[in-house]
Each structure stands twice: as C-alpha cells, then as structure tokens.
C-alpha cells in the first residue's frame, strides 16, 4: 500500500487483523465470520435505502460531463 507514516501503517495494520481475526475455515472448508461486519452507515434515518441507486444516478451525472 505503500504508507509513508509509519503510525498510519501500524493502524492499517491492527485495522486489517482486527477483521481477519473475525474469518474462519469450517469443517468443510468454507470461509466463515465469528461476527459478521457491520459497517456504519450515514445516511439520514429517514431514508430508506436498499440500494446504489444515488451513487449510480450520480456516477451516470458525472459521465455525461467527459461525453
């Protein structure tokens, strides 16, 4: 990943052992999570939202510009 600062590094590091760490092979040699991840989300609680669609709405937006 080349990271210069090295505190950043050891942080990246601790980070990607701390979810491994969550990974196990069952007896049938299957990847399995201990705990699932849950990442935080940000969008407003009043929004329901199932999918992609505003990143891709905004993605289609920004593609009409180099066109």
Known sequence: M???????????DEA???ILM????DEK???RWKNK?????TT???IAQN???ELI??????LKKYK
Do not use: T
């Open 2 to 12: 080349d990271i210069k600062d090295p505190y950043l590094a050891f942080c990246f």
């Open 57 to 62: 709405a905004e993605m289609k937006k920004e």
């Open 37 to 41: 991840p849950r990442w935080k989300e």
């Open 51 to 53: 999918n992609n669609s």
């Open 16 to 18: 990607v052992e701390l």
């Open 29 to 31: 040699g299957y990847l």
């Open 44 to 46: 407003s609680k009043n």
């Open 22 to 25: 969550q990974q196990y092979v």
